[in-house]
């Protein structure tokens, strides 16, 4: 299928645009680390608490900053999760005792500042275990007998009801009634003997520091394990000046897309840097098909220079590209707008990643492969010139010798 029947684009002259559109986004990027200290990197990499909060109602962000602040020391980060009545509240730490310690004044705090009764069991923050101590002496007060396993089992049972059919937050006690074996005895010890607070605790992750500083730079040495060996593969199948502009163009596309993260304050998290592992691969597989094409128009076309040979196979894969490219970026356009906020960094990466990476295949690999081709070439002519210059020299003074001689 071609999208474009023999295209007449004339890249080379465009080189020079795109060249300078590279340089502009890629010292954009580099200001923007520069000025902000680097990337902003998320909990995988520099250690600390996040606790994620599902609130019933929209999140009260300042009272909770109110409430947290001066109880947990170090720097507090309260963010909220678009859309989601969520709230991610994050801390960091120096050592594994302080990250616990933060986990649990965080968890208290919550529950004092809004749960609404004090001294009774918040059944949208509750264990299995804990609630089925806490129910096993007021259900033999009401008459309901149950052995320990039936006890176990009946807690086991609210709580799987409580996060698989209402998200981790019931809005009423009596909704309980739809339980397997909540007889209206049951509830009626449910409804004396707990509350429900507006908020859920879904998660809540730990990282060491240390851990966070494996992780970073295992991270940044996988990236430059990949773009190594991806020289060495392309400067084997083609030629090493082709690795280097492949290479180069990877580089630059995972400098600009961690640039647009430092200009949105986005966190830089595992998942983000697996997209730009993705994006690097992406890339290069891309710059492989155009230089596939150049390797093969020059059986065909020896007797034409380099560049016109680069610029007719830019032009005949514009077609494989525009289509595989275009349907990339759909996918990645609905998981980011549909995904969701766990997938949203992530497809945020994939999105700038698709766009840069079709764009560099051309304006920065093949860029550069002709550049060095054309300064190749200048060499060769100037060091003609100079090896031509003696023997005109000579020639020169032989014929003055022969007028001398007549």
Known sequence: MELFREPKINWIRLMPLGAALSLALTLASVLSLVLKGGPRWGIDFRGGTLVYVKFRQQPPLDQIRRALMGRVPGEITVQEITGAREVIIGTEMRSEQELDRARRIITETLAERFAPEKGKLDLNNVGREVLAERLREPLQRAGVNLSEPQLQELAGRIVEFRDRERSGL????????????????????????????????????????????????????ATLY??????????????????????????????????????????????????????????????????????????????????????????????????TSGTTLA????????????????????LVGVIVGTYSSIFVASAIVVGWHNLSERRKKAAGSVAAAPVSKTKEVARKVGRAAR
Do not use: C
């Open 170 to 221: 019931l809005g009423s006690v009596d909704e309980l009634a739809a339980v397997p074996g909540v007889t209206p005895a049951v509830l009626g010890v449910l409804k004396q003997e707990a509350t429900l607070a507006p908020f859920t605790i879904r998660q809540v992750e730990i990282v060491g520091p240390k851990v966070g500083a494996d992780l970073r730079q295992k991270a940044l040495m």
């Open 226 to 323: 990949a773009l190594a060996g991806m020289l060495v593969y392309i400067a084997f199948r083609f030629e090493f000046v082709a690795g280097i502009g492949a290479v180069v163009a990877s580089f630059h596309d995972a400098l600009i897309t961690i640039g647009v993260f430092s200009w949105l304050d986005r966190e830089i998290s595992l998942t983000v840097i697996a997209a730009i592992l993705t994006l690097i691969g992406y890339s290069i597989n891309d710059t492989i098909v155009v230089f596939d094409r150049v390797r093969e128009n020059l059986k065909v076309r020896f007797r034409e220079a380099l560049p016109e040979v680069v610029n007719v196979s830019v032009n005949q894969t514009l077609s494989r590209t525009v289509m």
């Open 331 to 350: 996918a990645v356009l609905a998981l980011y707008f549909l995904g969701g906020p766990v997938l949203n960094s992530m497809a945020l990466a994939l």
